[in-house]
């Protein structure tokens, strides 16, 4: 059954790839979990659409929109890191969280069933 709602919130596996500091040309894998509001068509269409209109990159303010928290997220300290906007603009500046984030958006609205650490 489909359940028609305002907002659909769901948990989501996402996986950072970063170069492996200890292996050179290697990358190792983080898998961490985002809390995904689903965004529809016309909130999209808008996103995109300010995103041109200021010459910046339409993932990011996709993710801004759709991100609503995290699991697995960690500091420079090794503690868990407390989701807001501001650690979630932080953690975007580095481009193997920000593809990690947006393709496991992508593949939860493209129906795509996780992937094996992601």
Same mark, same amino acid.
């Given at each position: 059954m489909y359940q028609v709602s305002d907002q659909h919130l769901f948990w989501w596996p996402a996986t950072a790839m970063m170069p492996d500091k200890e292996k050179p040309g290697q990358f190792r894998?983080?898998?961490f979990q985002l809390y995904f509001q689903e965004l529809d068509e016309?909130?999209?269409e808008e996103i995109e659409a300010e995103a041109i209109k200021k010459g910046q990159r339409v993932e990011p303010a996709v993710l801004k929109a759709a991100v609503r928290g995290w699991k697995d997220v960690v500091g420079q300290d090794d503690s868990p890191l407390t989701f807001s906007e501001t650690n979630?603009?932080?953690a975007m500046r580095f481009a193997g969280f920000r593809v990690g984030a947006?393709? &496991?958006? +992508?593949?939860?609205?493209?129906?795509? &069933?996780? +992937?094996?650490?992601?």
């Open positions: 894998s983080h898998a016309t909130q999209l979630l603009l932080a947006f393709r &496991a958006y +992508r593949d939860a609205m493209n129906g795509e &069933a996780a +992937r094996l650490g992601n």
